[in-house]
C-alpha cells in the first residue's frame, strides 16, 4: 500500500506546477515530458536541444538531489516483472503519440489552459489507470 504523503505531495505538485510555468515562460513550450524526450532524438527540429537535454537530466537527477537533501533512499515501486515492464512502456509509448501528449503535456498544461482536448485525454487515462491498477492488484495479481 502506499502511503498518505500531503506535504511531499504538496512540494511536488508546486515543483511541477513551477517547471511547467517556467518552460512556457521561457521558451514557449508546455511541458509535455513524451514530447521533451522524444524531440531530442534527430532530426532536430530547432535550436532547444541543450534545454530539452537539461530538462531530462533534471528529471533523471531529482531522486538523487532530495537522496542527497533528506538522506533517505527514494523508495521505488515498479514491478519487477520485465515482460509487464515491456508492455506498459510500449502501451504507454503508443498512448502518447495516439493521443498527442502524455499526462504533463494534457493533466498539468492542458487542464491548466482549459483545454477540452486535453480534458478528454487526462480523462481517458486516468480511467485506464484506474482498471489498470484494478487489474493488476486483483485479477492479475502482478
Known amino acids: 500500500m502506499t ?6 505531495s504538496l512540494i511536488g ?4 506546477g513551477l ?3 517556467l518552460l512556457m515562460l521561457l ?3 508546455i511541458a509535455g515530458i513524451s514530447g521533451i524526450a522524444g ?14 537535454f537539461g530538462f531530462v537530466i533534471g ?7 532530495m537522496m542527497a537533501l533528506t538522506g533517505d533512499a527514494v523508495e521505488q515501486t515498479v514491478s519487477s516483472n ?12 503508443f ?18 489552459r482549459l483545454s477540452a482536448r486535453s480534458l478528454a485525454a487526462t480523462v481517458v487515462f486516468m480511467a485506464t489507470a484506474i482498471v489498470t491498477v484494478f487489474l493488476v492488484r486483483h485479477v492479475i495479481g502482478a
Open 95 to 112: 498512448g502518447t503519440v495516439w493521443g498527442s501528449g502524455c499526462t504533463s503535456g494534457h493533466g498539468v498544461c492542458g487542464l491548466s
Open 13 to 16: 505538485g508546486m515543483m511541477i
Open 59 to 65: 528529471l533523471v537527477a531529482a531522486p538523487f538531489a
Open 27 to 29: 521558451e514557449g513550450r
Open 82 to 93: 520485465i515482460a509487464l515492464m515491456v508492455a506498459a512502456g510500449l502501451l504507454v509509448g
Open 39 to 52: 524531440r531530442l532524438l534527430p532530426p532536430y527540429r530547432d535550436g532547444a536541444f541543450l534545454s530539452r
Open 3 to 8: 502511503e498518505f504523503t500531503p506535504f511531499a
Open 19 to 21: 517547471s511547467a510555468v
